[in-house]
């Protein structure tokens, strides 16, 4: 197979907006590091066999009825003729790893559904969903509707399948139809649009590389990393399959005779090198007259905020990447950096692949956590809460990153189920984890960070679009809590905190150079397989990541202008809101009592009630002087403490708030200003104090009992996004605020 593979590449065809970096080809030493590479990735799963396979098949070939049942039932019932009814088609399409050849035992599939211009979105997230609801094979069936791609998912007969929906704007969809010729595109929604998108990347994408089979197993292996590594997730700010495809990808066109073991490691090479954030291409981008938005800063100010720009092949241009954030790009700097110099080893016989394919051990990564708890009375409603919860956790990340004082906010892919106690209380729950890097200030002796309106806007989102969408049940609720890494056994089983042993990781902060291998030109298996110093590699690599950008003339403003925004944004100080709710302020606890108590993870405390509206006015009294006694904190009206012009999460755009937007206020850090529930029923200070540990815990409880007497309380300009105002049927309670003081 690798004498036809190198057959294939002459005469050698140019592949790319650049030159390759090296054709040479593979020697035999590739092809042994290439088979031990294979065998290092069977362990995992990666390789379905023919009857999973078939399997698969027999499950698309069901769905794809379903499909054409419920396209010709919805024409029924719109009073279309039985005789073109009849006729007007459906299809399912596949896209993604299970089209591009590269899934992996039990992934799903991405596939979408094409119908004929009778039937609507509403259709499909209406009728089409209540078809699943029926079927016996159908599990687990939610829909996101308001991603950026609207999707319904489920499993059919143990395969998971992610369903998106495409409306052309033909009376029939027959089955032989090709979705590569872009007049398809005429006339169409941005969401369908975005939906055959899918198809139409992936089979680009495949026309693009040198050599299928190398791409694959290649591709394979890089996919199998990043999992393992916790950075494969789009949704979270990481890169779904398709931008590690178009990776994968570039770095076959730039050594387009290479075999998978080779590729894997100048992947690596290329893209810890990288200077981001030129975008990554995979061929120039198309002109067209359907002037349909592609990715193009000169044009679109928001595209000026990418940071990590990967843009897909087929027209129009989308960058895949909109969701990467700084903190992401950087724990996925560090991770290509590290395989880098875990490669290298292998290809110099100092290690194995296994040692590529080591976890990362995120529980013992980072000092500080947060923790984000999202729960529900029903299985149903829990499936339809965490599909939510989970595509908004990036808005919480960027919030968190613009904290002055924090330089990475990392989130583990993999949510974990609450344990016996809090679902107990709390229904159906599950939990994410944030590692979190506080940065370092000089000359100070400590700091006091306050994180109450960061995790405040999150909250205000999730459920003004959970209200907005109408999937906002009683029950529904979010936590968030600051956790030491000392205290996570509260929350996580022993397995799965366990130490093993240290691996070495380079440092974010670390210079890249030193980060380099430092191989010389003597090396059989220095960069270019021709003996050429890695030197040379890095500045070729530096024209090439400068001739992808001047070749499309694309990043040229962009550079200047998120340079000079990154500037402002840096200067903008960041100073915590007051986390004080008039009327619903709560004592704070003995300021001086040490933190060395019990994490508090459940949802509201024993006794925990919701009073009626004639006790508001008792409550106020109460807590007003409650605060004024324990703490001494002056009360202040929220409308005063809410910035004037917060910072939007949702929007593409940045607004940091400056000083004179936010009121300043001292924090009393760690040593505890934890807030007890303003419902609490005259609970005694002992079990408040167990309650209260260092992780202080905000929370937003959902219930309508007060709603006429506080709605005027939180208007929708005091929100992080003024488009929408706050569920009318629900308030937000702040039982305590999320402070720390980190010592120097």
Known sequence: SHSTS?????????????????????????????QKLVEAMKPFGVFEDEDELNHRLVVLGKLNNLVKEWILELGESKNLPPSAAANVGGKIFTFGSYRLGVHTKGADIDAVCVAPRHVERSDFFQSFFEKLKHQEEIKNLRAVEDAYVPVVKFEFDGIEIDLVFARLSMQTVSDNLDLGDDSRLRSLDIRCIRSLNGCRVTDEILHLVPNKENFRLTLRAIKLWAKRRGIYSNMLGFLGGVSWAMLVARTCQLYPNALASTLVNKFFLVFSKWEWPNPVLLKQPEESNLNLPVWDPRVN???????????????????????????????MIEEFKHGLVVTNEILQGKS??????????????????????????????????????ESKIRVLVGNLERNEFITIAHVKPQSFPGNQELSKQSGYVSMWFLGIVFRKVENAESVNIDLTYVIQSFTDTVYRQANNLNVLKEGMKIEAAHVKRKHLHYFLPAETLQKRKKQSMPDISQNASGLQCKRTS???????????????????????????????????????????????????????????????SVPVIDSKMETTVAIRTSGPPTGCTIPGPNAVSQLRAHFVQGQHELSGTPIMDFKNAAPKRPYSPTSKGSHSPTSEEYPKKTVDGEKLTGQDSAFKDGGNLEDVRRRAAENVIFEVVLFSGLTEKLNGLLSSKELPDSSSPVPTNSIRIIKRSIKLTLNG
């Open 6 to 34: 190198r057959l294939q590449n002459q005469p050698q065809r140019h592949y790319g907006i650049t030159s390759p970096i090296s054709l040479a080809p593979p020697k035999d030493i590739d092809c042994i590091h290439t």
């Open 301 to 331: 100010p928001s595209d000026r905020y990418h940071v990590m720009p990967i843009i897909t092949p087929a027209y129009p241009q989308q960058n895949s990447t909109y969701n990467v954030s700084t903190s992401t790009r950087a724990v």
């Open 352 to 389: 194995d692949w296994p040692k590529l394919f080591e976890p990362l051990n995120f529980f013992q990564k980072y000092k500080h956590y947060i923790v984000l708890t999202a729960s529900a009375f029903t299985e149903d409603h829990h499936l339809e809460w965490i599909g939510l919860v």
């Open 522 to 584: 003597s090396d059989g298996s220095c960069l270019d397989s021709s003996r050429d110093t890695d030197s040379r590699t890095t500045s070729l690599l530096n024209k090439i990541t400068k001739l992808d950008t001047s070749t499309a003339e694309i990043e040229r403003n962009a550079v200047y202008q998120r340079s000079n925004s990154a500037n402002n944004r840096e200067k903008a100080p960041h100073v915590p809101v007051p986390s004080v709710s008039k009327g619903l």
